[in-house]
């Protein structure tokens, strides 16, 4: 079996949502499982701050995780129209992933959310892109074709799955629920096909 690594920050738990809305899409695929991986925070200094293993929830993220996986799926709240920092940190020291093109070929997917609608999830999910096609990795979106995309009044975009929060509410729109699943699965499609 081929695993997709959902990768995700996540500090108030919008991004978690959505990250466990994307294995479900990739739980879809014959032949596919997903591998949910998070980034320990970073302070304000250039390390990581939390404990080895976190208290609770997913595994921290290794770089083992993203050479292993057949694709990615990667997740963060929107920092000023860009990806948090904790994220951006477990990305820069992929060097040697990228020197050896590990995960060159490989299909990506990105998702975010915002506490608001104009929050800058479409800057951050293109910001994202950036060191994954670095990487030599492929950018799977969101096509027209998935109705919700037409629909939603919350998230979602076709650079990627969105939430919207609004005033701290935390949970997921249908629309943003499909749009993830949907993204999940298209990713794990695209990576069976590569294989």
């Known amino acids: 079996m081929s695993e997709i690594l959902v990768l995700y920050f996540s500090r108030a738990g919008s991004t978690e949502q959505l990250a466990r809305e994307v294995c479900r899409g990739v739980d879809a695929v014959a032949g596919m499982a997903a591998r949910l991986r998070t980034v320990p925070t970073v302070s304000a200094v250039p390390e990581a701050t939390e404990a080895e293993v976190p208290e609770a929830g997913p595994p921290y993220a290794t770089t083992q995780d993203l050479v292993e996986c057949a694709g990615v799926v990667m997740g963060s709240p929107t920092r000023f129209g ?23 070929g490989k299909p990506f997917g990105l998702f975010t959310s915002t506490s608001s609608l104009h929050g800058g999830q479409e800057s951050t999910l293109l910001s994202m892109a950036l060191p994954l096609i670095h990487h030599g990795m492929i950018y799977v979106g969101i096509p027209w074709t998935e109705q919700a995309l037409s629909t ?34 298209r990713v794990a499609e695209v990576a069976a096909k590569l294989a």
Do not use: Q
């Not at 820069?92 to 590990?102: F, G, I, L, P, R």
């Open 82 to 104: 860009n990806m948090d920092a904790s994220l951006k940190y477990f990305i820069d020291n992929t060097v040697n992933e990228w020197m050896s093109a590990a995960c060159a």
């Open 152 to 185: 939603t009044t919350t998230g979602g975009t076709p650079y990627g799955a969105s939430h919207v929060s609004w005033s701290r509410e935390h949970d997921l729109s249908d629309d943003e629920r499909e749009l993830a699943r949907a993204l999940g699965k």
